[in-house]
């Protein structure tokens, strides 16, 4: 009787002691399967607002993710604290930032995402550099030709020849005039000599108060200093002086005769 009682204890333990370890097992898989993709701009200007996309592994529940973001200089930055989003079925989020106003820097964003598998937490985290360069910033001044109002126009703006941006305007009244301005982060444009067309969906709208379409060259960077071409010209003509006057010397050595020959042939 005694063994008969003993085995169903038995089993009890056994089946406890399977779901003990049934449950490292799933949240071992659980974690060794999380994680999630990102997409960042890898460069922005400073004081650029850009979105954080965070796109958790599906299959999951009881979504988290956190950002935290750092820099050297952290003036204008946004987030300056943690800035969590929670959500029970759906891993995807979008974060919302600030870069610094001070340029050139790196800003470091440290991302925490989290989620439960089968009552189990699971956690992954990453940390992603995002490059904080100067703008550069062009513009476009547009005029109604027209009387009347003219509405949806959009401004394209192409570099060299490559369309880099555009700018959508609602309306554009008689007499009045709308500034465009388009910004790019500058590492987009190498140093040297670039061509910018800006040019207007409708042909009734000016740019400058002149055409539909303009065009203009511009440099960017520190212009080459050629005065060095100025110094090693001189230097050039001095050095041909120089040789110019030993050759000259020797030739007058040359034909120079002692005193003693010139008395001894007479």
Known sequence: MKLKSIFPIIAIILLIAGLVTIVPVDSQAANATFGATLSYPGTVYSLEYFHLNVTETPGYSNYSATVYAAAQNVTNMKPITADQKVSAKNGTFEFSL????YAPQTMYVYIQESAEYKGVQVQHS?????????????????SDSLPVPIYN???LFYLDGQQV????????????TVMVNLTLPS???????HTLEITVSNASVFIDSSKQSYTTTFYYGTPPNYNWIYYVSIGAAVFMAF???????RKKGMGYVPKWKRAKKK
Request: proline content about 6%; hydrophobic content about 45%.
């Open 187 to 193: 590492n987009l444009v190498s140093q040297g000599t």
């Open 153 to 155: 126009l959009t401004v």
């Open 98 to 101: 600030i870069a610094p106003s």
């Open 165 to 176: 941006g555009s700018k959508f305007v609602s309306s554009l009244t008689p007499n009045d």
């Open 243 to 249: 040789l110019f006057f030993v050759a000259t010397r």
């Open 126 to 142: 990453q940390e992603i550099q995002i490059k904080v360069v100067s703008p550069i910033v062009f513009h476009a001044q547009l």
